[in-house]
């Protein structure tokens, strides 16, 4: 049996397909229409898909949109209505896009898969709807290792919830309480990216990367001002200093005066006052993260967690529930945003509104998230030659233990390997690589390959069996979801000097044995390899193991900044001339940079992407 799972028209549209119960695959359409979150219809993933399985869109059982249009048109009217009459722009800018595309989903998703399916509307699999909360706690449950667990949804918004708690046992999963609209931890969290200059809905994970360089100076104006938070973790919202509901803008000239100043603007220059707040508002996100992770556990007397929506991807709460609560484990979602809500919604039909049991596995059901394509030898050389791109063509066994050597020298190389990743992460599929141990790597990649900002770290990812060696994690961390302090001993303490340093001057000083992936305050995102999900990368750390003693590499996504992660050999090319990338690994085929013609410089990105 084939179900579609389709997520669209808000941000990070996707697309996934289930097959008797198993997810095979998955993908955002940002990584095929090559326009970052972008929101539009997601042909490009559903097409992938449906070539995927060898099969059409008519050979397709049911199809499922992730959340239920309807309801949230409900809660727009509702919230104008509540706080009338101010908000009048911002209903007038709402409501032709509502009257003429949202209101009418139903045929507007028709008409889309009628298209797609070259066939008339009535020949379509039937369509069914599923509430958002519904998908995030599917997709977080479902493919999860755990029998039974508790089960919390963090977003900004769905159709009401903004908080959602459930019970998983087996395949039923059962709604407990939430949290409703406008009383929201992720807008929260977007009201300070927002004020900070960062982009909503895009820039929360710099805020979280700028939270180190910072003290929380700002905790008690927040919790005084702002957030009535309860000691259960449940919270409600002072809407006098937000604009969300009614305005174009998150904040408002009250927040402003609190926090004493106008917002950053975009690009402009980040000064200690936006680390402090930075800082602030990740520890209180942490502090209303794990006093419901505890009222959870507390209240369903679970052993397992499992988190979805876009605030379970705040790796540093994440680490933080795994430190300092009593459960066994927790499971996080990769894809936890609304792209993962496809996986959820076509989750949810297979085992709620099909009442289909879940099988017994070893493991999760995520398959590593390598559920995007992947591209043969034949395609990667005719694209090759068509280019006029000098390679070489090594089997494994040559080209890995070469690859560590490169690696050794300093050198920076994208690794495109298998099946691309779905999820805001590269887990070694679509990835940028390079040696840990470099004092520079960090300020190399992100100014001469990312074009990013300076202070963002880099994420290690390291042999699964070594993790304990190096980071304080006694876990796996396959999907970069957890962040966890570095090992003592691995650590190189700053002297008085080097303490009183600005914020971001800290950056330059070597804080560890491993420096391009110790964070200021001797963290680490951590991602843990596996061989039974990515055995080639896998043995890639083997022979950087062998060749160095460091069983760690420099991870970050394969992309410039404001470009989506690359999908097919042509971007993963494209980007590489773009950069200052040394080597690219195309599967097996090895290009050096200094071999390819028409070697300048190409700065067209910067046109081509909008900045994130």
């Not at 007038?92 to 797609?116: C, F, G, N, S």
């Amino acid at each position: 049996m084939y179900i579609l799972g389709i997520s669209a028209y808000y941000h990070d549209s996707a697309a996934a397909l289930i097959v008797d119960g198993e997810i095979v695959a998955a993908a955002q359409e940002e990584r095929f229409s090559r326009k970052k979150h972008d929101a539009r219809f997601p042909k490009g993933a559903i097409a992938y898909c449906l070539k995927h399985a060898n099969i059409k869109l008519l050979d397709i059982d049911q199809i499922v949109f992730y959340d239920k249009p309807l309801v949230k048109f409900e809660r727009l009217l509702e919230t104008y209505l509540a706080y009338a009459p101010k908000g009048l722009l911002s209903f007038i800018t709402a409501m032709p896009v509502w009257l003429k595309e949202k209101l009418y989903l139903k045929t507007l998703l028709k008409k889309e898969l009628a298209t797609l399916a070259e066939a008339k509307t009535a020949q379509l699999p039937s369509l069914l709807f599923a509430e958002h909360h519904q998908s995030h706690a599917a997709s977080a449950f479902f493919p999860s290792p755990f029998e039974r667990s508790g089960v919390l949804c963090l977003d900004g918004v769905g159709e009401w919830a903004t908080t959602s708690v459930w019970l998983g046992e087996g395949h039923k999963l059962t709604p407990q309480w939430e949290i409703d609209f406008p009383h929201s931890l992720g807008l929260l969290y977007s009201a300070f990216t927002y004020y900070t200059g960062f982009k909503v809905n895009s820039g929360e994970y710099k805020l979280m990367g700028l939270a180190p360089y910072g003290e929380p100076k700002y905790v008690d104006q927040i919790l005084n001002h702002l957030l009535d938070l309860k000691e259960d973790g449940t919270f409600r919202m002072n809407m006098d200093y937000f604009n969300y509901t009614t305005g174009l803008t998150m904040t408002n000239d009250k927040f402003h005066r609190l926090f004493g100043g106008e917002p950053r603007s975009s690009e402009g220059k980040i000064t200690q006052k936006d680390m402090d707040l930075a800082r602030s508002i990740q520890h209180v996100t942490e502090e209303v993260v794990l006093r419901l992770a505890r009222t959870v556990k507390k209240e369903l007397n679970v052993d397992y967690l499992c988190l979805a929506g876009g605030v379970a991807l705040n790796c540093v709460a994440n680490g933080r529930i795994v430190r300092e609560t009593d459960f066994r484990d927790i499971w996080i979602q990769p894809a936890a945003g609304d792209a993962g809500g496809a996986v959820g919604a076509a989750l949810a039909v297979w085992h709620q509104y099909n009442q289909k049991p879940r099988p017994q596995r070893d493991g999760d059901a995520m398959h590593g998230s390598y559920l995007g394509p992947s591209f043969s030898e034949a395609e990667i050389r005719e694209f090759l030659q068509s280019v006029n791109a000098p390679y070489q063509q090594l089997d494994d066994s040559q080209l890995l233990p070469h690859l560590a050597e490169i690696l050794e020298q300093g050198n920076v190389v994208g690794w495109f390997s298998g099946r691309m990743e779905f999820g805001p992460r590269a887990l070694g599929g679509r990835s940028i690589i390079g040696d840990p141990r470099s004092p520079k790597m960090q300020s190399v990649m992100n100014l001469k390959i990312k074009y990013r900002e300076s202070f963002r770290p880099f994420a290690p990812a390291v042999l699964a069996e070594r993790v304990a060696d190096y980071f304080e994690l006694d876990r796996p961390s396959p999907y970069m979801l957890l962040v966890a302090p570095l090992q003592p001993e691995l650590r190189i303490p700053m002297n008085p000097e080097q303490e009183q340093l600005f914020g971001i001057d800290k950056l330059n000083v070597k804080r560890s044995q491993i420096p391009a992936v110790t964070h200021v305050d001797y963290s680490a995102r951590i991602q843990t390899v596996h061989p039974e999900t990515n055995p080639r990368y896998y043995e890639l750390l083997q022979q950087f193991e062998a060749k160095t003693g460091c069983a760690v590499l420099v991870n970050t996504s394969f992309n410039v900044r404001g470009e989506p992660i690359v999908c097919t050999p042509e971007d993963a090319y494209r980007c590489f001339m773009r950069t200052e990338m040394d080597y690219l690994v195309l599967e097996n085929f090895l290009l050096a940079k200094s071999d390819q013609p028409q070697r300048q410089k190409d700065e067209s990105w910067k046109q081509e992407f909008e900045l994130d």
